[in-house]
């Protein structure tokens, strides 16, 4: 089977950074990505990494290490508008993601 | 682009009744994927297509879900009959098959059909 665990929520205050991680065990990778979710909205992408190492978009970085099965979303400055649930997915085959259940984080003002 | 688009956006029914959620994925994308989400369960993947064909439904519950893909700008989920554990919200979403980019690993969902089966 496919196993994904992240922590079920994270509470930080505006302007602090925050690490989400997610572990998993898989039968396949090929990477990990992560997704935002609004209460009510759809999922939508933040990033992918398929190698080791950090990658940086704004605010937002994003860490993986094949080795460790395990990866993290790094939320910086943050900001009111960031409270949302956070999902890791682990692209198992070409086409089959599959999600972890879910970081809901809460900014404080 | 419009983005996937989804119908209807919130759906009430009664046990038994025939159910039918429709999707437009985004022109161009190859791959169409079918998720429900529930709280206890998270987000699941029932269903996707490679190029209007079937290719792992082994998410499906049970026989009353059937999904179709007649043509590459459109697809339907249909639950016949619904139960009230079909409550759920269900997301379709799509995405491109360029490999040498990051197109391949992104999905890109719609906004979702908010089903209740009373």
């Known amino acids: 089977g496919q196993s994904l665990e992240q922590p079920s929520e994270v509470t930080a205050v505006e302007g602090a950074i925050v690490q989400i991680n997610c572990t998993y065990q898989t039968s396949g990778f090929y990477g990990l990505s992560w997704y935002q979710q609004h209460d009510g909205g759809a999922p939508t992408f933040l990033s992918y990494?398929?190698?080791?190492g950090l990658e940086e978009t704004g605010r937002f970085s994003s860490f993986l290490s094949r080795s460790d099965s395990y990866g993290y979303l790094l939320l910086q400055e943050l900001q009111m508008k960031d409270s949302a649930s956070y999902f890791c997915a682990v692209r198992i085959s070409g086409q089959n993601f599959v999600f972890g259940p879910g970081t809901r984080l809460s900014v404080l003002p | 682009d419009a983005g996937v688009i989804q119908s209807p956006r919130h759906e009430v029914t009664e046990m038994g009744q025939e159910v039918t959620l429709r999707c437009k994925p985004i022109s161009g994308h190859d791959y169409l994927f079918w998720y429900r989400q529930t709280m206890m369960r998270g987000l699941e993947l029932l269903i996707y297509?490679?190029?209007?064909?079937?290719?792992?439904d082994s998410g499906m519950p049970e026989d009353r879900f059937s999904a179709k893909m007649p043509n590459a700008s459109f697809s339907t989920l249909k639950i016949q009959p619904s139960e009230p554990r079909d409550s759920a919200v269900y997301f379709c979403?799509?995405?491109?098959?360029?490999?040498?980019?990051?197109?391949?690993?992104?999905?890109?969902f719609g906004a979702g059909s908010r089903l209740t089966v009373l």
């Open positions: 979403a799509s995405r491109g098959d360029r490999v040498r980019n990051s197109g391949a690993n992104v999905l890109t």
């Open positions: 990494n398929a190698l080791d």
């Open positions: 297509f490679n190029n209007n064909v079937p290719i792992d």
